[in-house]
């Protein structure tokens, strides 16, 4: 006797699922249900029809009911929605969509990838034909619709994860008035507070209205207004404030739900019916950091939950590794990326760390198209353990994320990451890559060789009138520098010794942190005790302060900014 697989749910994991339960039994009867009018879509790539990059929402549908059934003998039922499971006849009820009719489906096994569905705050005009929310290709296709059938110049997003920060950044290229509401103090809350601000920076510098720490209060004909009071002049809105997993189906059919909220399922994505799987936004996973059930609304992870839950149906063993949330943007000119707990997250789970923060070239800097990469490496303190990692600039900081995941998944400490061998070519890297560089300053910290600040201490630094030293070239200097700092260059310190005082704590930056870092050991070499090296130098302090500079008028702490 044949099985029979039923999957609810058409995207990353129902369809992965399919697949692999093809690959493994060429005679199983197969159906997935998707009630939306695609299976197979590329919901990341979803905002990018808004700019055009995407110029064809058709392009978005990967694949159709008729190559599911021709290339696979998969059959794919689109416009049908479940609404029903019975356990005990092994059943789900069937709601067709076009025709609406019910009807019944039997199963040997039953797989649930049903996602996740976009909240929807309750306030006033929350449900007005102008507000959209971004789920499946019909959602993208009906903003792109209604933004250019009624001449629309100004939009508001409100959100500012992944699916927020993508929309605004796709319409403000597609030359619209953009706004992004965002009730945090950053947006993309993968990263750090002080990595944030680089991409603020990168989203007001190409024109995107950015108002953080205000929520929606009201939507209006015409405009929106946020809790501070600020109206927003908006003709259509774009909802992006987070997402809840779609548990309804499973709920009513009494499969039990997790801590999280979530399906709650086991190591090989079974839930509390031996007969019922479930991958996907909308179940639990456990994360190997924290020690602890989560949810991680990503493609990648549930492609590989369908592929170990249709290996469990045919007995074949696999390892869960726990998950440890791995991610990547791009942003205008930036990319950006980050895999593991930041340090806000470490903090909040009481796990002693500390965290560096440096910017080498992403390549050697006599190549064409050389530039600054900006890398926070976070580990465990004292043991070295690697617990996450941020990278921001224009190069590929993809893959040096992906190299700490690797070394966070085997468990490696900042030994294993300084000594790990990677490619080197002038126009791809650096022989010293970054990931190397960032495991050695941490070393450097942990074993107490150097001292160090962040950059959110320097403006404290400054307005109590710290002994700042710029260590940079005079011309430098002069292009703008902290406000009471002093210009001793790296070149010129050895003679003017007797200008750098011993009974105070004396703080040194450059451009990067290169050449404060030399100066500050030579400094200890002579005897100096009290001596910090300003972690992001002169770039990274400006960046840190720049936003917060624009949007509150307060104050610079530097003559001149300067991100060159």
């Known amino acids: 006797m044949f099985k029979k697989v039923l999957i609810v749910g058409g995207v990353a994991g129902g369809a992965s699922a399919a697949a692999r339960v093809r690959r493994l039994d060429e005679r199983a009867e197969i159906i997935m249900f998707e009630k939306s009018p695609h299976v197979s879509i590329s919901n990341c790539s979803l905002p990018y029809h808004l700019s055009g990059i995407v ?38 009820i069937v709601k067709d969509l076009v025709a609406a009719k019910m009807y019944e489906e039997s199963y040997d096994h039953l797989v649930l990838s049903p996602g996740a569905t976009p909240i929807r705050p309750n306030v006033e005009g929350i449900n007005s034909p102008n507000v959209f929310t971004v789920r499946n290709v019909v959602d993208i296709e009906n903003i792109n619709s209604y933004i250019k059938q009624n001449g629309i110049h100004d939009i508001a997003v409100i959100g500012g994860g992944f699916i927020g920060v993508e929309v605004a950044e796709n319409l403000k290229l597609a030359g619209y008035n953009v706004t992004l509401v965002e009730f945090a103090n950053q947006v993309m809350t993968t990263f750090d507070y002080d990595m944030a601000q680089i991409l603020h920076k990168e989203m007001i510098d190409h024109g995107v209205n950015l108002i953080l ?48 909220g979530a399906i709650k399922v086991d190591h090989n994505y079974v839930t509390s019916d031996s007969n019922i799987y479930a991958v ?13 059930p989560t949810r991680l609304a990503l493609a990648g992870p549930a492609q590989k939950q369908a592929r170990v839950a249709a290996d469990h149906m045919y007995g074949i063993p696999s390892r869960n590794m726990g998950v440890i949330g791995s991610s990547s943007i791009h942003l205008f000119e930036l990319n950006a990326a980050s895999t593991g707990l930041n340090v806000k997250q470490a903090k909040q789970a009481g796990i002693m760390h500390d965290s560096v923060y440096l910017m080498p070239g992403d390549k050697v800097g006599l190549m064409p198209n050389s530039n600054p990469m900006h890398f926070k490496l976070i580990y465990e303190y004292p043991t070295g353990r690697i617990l996450g990692a941020q990278a921001i600039g224009k190069g590929n900081v993809d893959k040096r994320i992906d190299v700490v995941a690797t070394i966070i998944t085997m468990n490696g400490t900042l030994e294993d990451l300084k000594d790990l061998e990677l490619t080197y070519s002038p126009m791809l890297g650096t022989a010293k890559d970054v990931v190397n560089h960032a495991a050695l300053v941490g070393l450097n910290l942990l074993q107490g060789k150097y001292k160090e600040v962040k ?44 200008e750098i005082p011993k009974d105070q704590p004396v703080y040194i930056h450059c451009r990067s942190g290169q050449r404060s870092y030399n100066m500050v050991m030579a400094l200890q070499g002579l005897g100096y005790e009290n001596i910090y090296n300003i972690s992001g130098s002169y770039l990274g302090v400006n960046l840190y302060e720049y936003f917060n500079d624009i949007v509150t008028g307060r104050d610079k702490i530097v003559t001149e900014y300067n991100f060159k």
């Open 55 to 92: 110029e064809n929402s058709e392009r978005l549908v990967l694949m159709n009911p008729e190559i599911f059934k021709n290339r696979y003998n998969i059959e794919a039922r689109v416009n049908q929605e479940v609404v029903q499971i019975n356990r005990e006849k092994k059943t789900i």
């Open 213 to 260: 720490e205000d929520g929606l209060a009201k939507l209006s004909d015409g405009y929106v207004l946020t809790n501070s009071g600020k109206k927003i002049d908006a003709q259509a809105v774009v909802l992006a404030t987070g997402v809840k997993p779609e548990t309804r189906l499973a709920e009513a059919a009494g499969l039990e739900i997790g801590e999280t």
């Open 280 to 292: 996907g936004d909308a179940i639990e996973v456990y994360h190997r950091l924290l020690r602890k």
């Open 455 to 498: 950059v959110s201490q320097v403006r404290d630094l400054i307005e109590s009138n710290a002994f700042i030293i710029d260590a940079r070239e005079q011309a430098e200097y002069e292009a703008g520098h902290f406000k009471n700092a002093i210009n001793i260059p790296l070149s010129e310190f050895r003679q003017r010794i007797d």
